[in-house]
C-alpha cells in the first residue's frame, strides 16, 4: 500500500498501455516497441506502486490515424457505460503528478491542467475538444484511491472505425498476456468482437499474429 500522505490515484488503461513495458515509457521516457513515437516521460520517475487488473464496463474500439503506429488505429472506450460490455483493463498506481503527466503525452504534450477533485464530481471531464484522448473518466475507487482513465471526446458512433497496425496490436496482445494470463485463442475471441478489429481481421489471422 502506498503513503497515504502521498496523493496517488489509479490509472486505468485498456490499450496498448497494457504492456507494462510500453506504459513505463509515459514514466520514465522512451519508444515503445513498434512505435516511432518517442515519449518524454513524467516529471517524476517513480515506477508506479502497484498495479492490478481491472474489468472496465465501457466499448472497447479503434479509431483515428496514429502516426507513431503506422498511420493506423488505436483503441478508445466508449462514453457510454454498458454493465454488459467488457473490456479487459490494468490498472497502475501511480501520483496524481505523473497521472498528469501521462495525460498530457496522451495529448501531444499540450498541458492541460484539470481538477481532480471536479472529475470525480462530474464522472467526466473535458480538458480539450481537439486532443484524441482529453476526456478523463472517474470510474470509482480501489483502496480509497480513485481510479481514473481518459477516451476520445467524440462518442463512439460519430467516430470512424480504422484497424489497429500489427505493431500496436501485438502490444495489446502482449499486455493481455502479461495481465491475464490468456490463451492465444482467448485473446483472438476478445479482440475479434472490436469495432475496428471485427470487419479487418479474421480469427485465423489474430492467432497467426499471436503466435508471433
Request: net charge neutral; with cysteine; proline share 4%.
Amino acid at each position: 500500500m502506498a503513503n497515504k500522505s502521498e496523493s496517488y490515484v489509479w490509472y486505468a488503461c485498456y490499450g496498448s498501455n497494457l504492456s507494462q513495458k510500453r506504459f513505463l515509457c509515459y514514466i520514465i521516457g522512451g519508444t515503445p516497441d513498434g512505435s516511432t513515437k518517442y515519449n518524454i516521460g513524467s516529471k517524476d520517475k517513480t515506477l508506479p506502486k502497484a498495479d492490478e487488473q481491472i474489468i472496465i464496463n465501457y466499448p472497447l474500439y479503434f479509431a483515428k490515424r496514429a502516426k507513431g503506429w503506422g498511420n493506423l488505429g488505436v483503441a478508445f472506450i466508449g462514453l457510454e457505460k454498458d454493465t454488459q460490455n467488457t473490456t479487459y483493463g490494468r490498472i497502475y498506481l501511480i501520483t496524481e503528478m505523473q497521472f498528469r503527466d501521462v495525460v498530457n503525452q496522451e495529448n501531444g504534450n499540450l498541458d492541460l491542467p484539470f481538477n481532480i477533485n471536479q472529475v470525480i464530481k462530474q464522472n467526466s471531464y473535458l480538458l480539450n475538444s481537439d486532443s484524441w484522448y482529453s476526456n478523463v473518466l472517474y470510474l470509482g475507487l480501489k483502496n480509497d484511491y480513485p481510479i481514473f482513465t481518459f477516451t476520445s471526446p467524440k462518442d463512439m458512433s460519430l467516430d470512424n472505425f480504422i484497424p489497429p497496425s500489427h505493431e500496436y496490436l501485438s502490444v495489446i496482445i502482449a499486455g493481455l498476456k502479461e495481465t491475464y494470463g490468456f490463451t492465444d485463442k482467448e485473446i483472438a475471441n476478445y479482440l475479434i468482437t472490436k469495432p475496428g478489429i471485427t470487419d479487418n481481421f479474421t480469427l485465423d489471422e489474430l492467432i497467426n499474429l499471436i503466435n508471433k
